[in-house]
């Protein structure tokens, strides 16, 4: 047994023993580094994982919104309301227009947004006169009559399905008006002196109808005055005086030739005002 101790087989197993401790620490050495290379791939998947998982949540996200915008219904036009079935009726009725002409008038819708009408007016005055002899056995009858046409425009009707409504439109007439003096042949000038004016009027109107057929239809706006002739005196000293409708004496000075405008004083708040009844199919 000493020998065995102290022989070459004690020296070789101290070899092995000393062989197999060096390549077990050399593998630990390597497997370690290889460990913590495994644990750090580790550590990086999980962080990068939250970010996926953003991205992801933000993805949702927009499809959510994109199906949310897509799910929501579109605003629709509000469609314009239609014109309300007018066309052929007639109205018939009385008006004192802008520029102050009292008369009847009629009004016919050509569409149904659109009005065409006529306006007149007449006076009359007679009284006995005397005759080339000097007695009083002649009549003699003066007077006025006033004409002319209208076109309206409605742009807004009102709710056909209320008792009470209004429509409110613009437009334009021209009102002609003219005199009649009754003198005797051998009175008459070749000078303009008798009664002559023409009227041209923009008014805004509201017709108010009371039930389907009965309108009030009072109006806003401006009256132009054209009282033809020329104050001028001529060669032999003449010169026309027409009147026209006495404007000029309203306004404080000689009534004449000339031109004016106004926005009514006949009414008190630049009117007229006129009432019409309607003929034709009323709409429900």
């Known amino acids: 047994m ?20 060096t390549l077990g ?8 580094p290889a460990k913590e290379e495994a644990e750090n791939e580790a ?3 999980d962080e990068e994982a939250p970010e996926a998982s953003e991205e992801d949540d933000a993805g949702d996200a927009d499809a959510d919104a994109s199906a949310s915008v897509a799910a929501k219904p579109k605003k629709k036009k509000k469609a314009r309301k239609p014109a309300a079935p007018m066309k052929n009726r007639v109205g018939l009725g009385a008006m004192r227009t802008l520029a102050g002409l009292n008369g009847l008038f009629v009004r016919w819708y050509a569409a149904d947004r659109f009005t065409v009408g006529l306006n007149l007016g007449a006076a009359t005055f007679s009284h006995k006169d005397t005759d080339e002899n000097g007695d009083f056995d002649r ?18 009707q009102g709710d056909r399905s209320q008792q009470v409504h209004a429509d409110f439109g613009v437009g334009a007439r021209v009102t002609t008006y003219f005199g009649f003096l009754g003198r005797l042949e051998e009175e008459e000038t070749e000078t303009l002196d008798t009664p002559l004016e023409i009227d041209v009027e ?5 017709q108010l109808f ?48 000339g031109f004016g405008f106004d926005l009514g004083d006949h009414g008190g ?11 034709g199919t009323a709409s429900e």
């Open 25 to 32: 620490s050399a593998s630990l050495a390597s497997a370690a």
């Open 269 to 279: 708040l630049f009117m007229g005002i006129g009432f019409a009844y309607f003929f």
């Open 139 to 156: 009549t003699r009858t003066v007077g006025a009559v006033g004409a002319g046409p209208e076109f309206f425009f409605w742009p807004y």
């Open 210 to 257: 009371i039930g389907k057929r009965v309108a009030i239809i009072p109006e806003f706006g401006v009256a132009f005055r054209i009282i033809p002739g020329n104050r001028e005196p001529d060669q032999n000293g003449e010169f026309d005086s027409n009147p026209g409708r006495g404007i000029g004496s309203k306004r404080g000075t000689t009534d004449g030739p």
């Open 2 to 21: 000493p020998f065995f101790a102290r022989g070459p087989f004690v020296q070789l197993s101290a070899l092995s023993t000393a062989f197999a401790l």
């Open 202 to 206: 923009v008014p805004a109107s509201v």
């Open 43 to 45: 550590t990086a998947e």
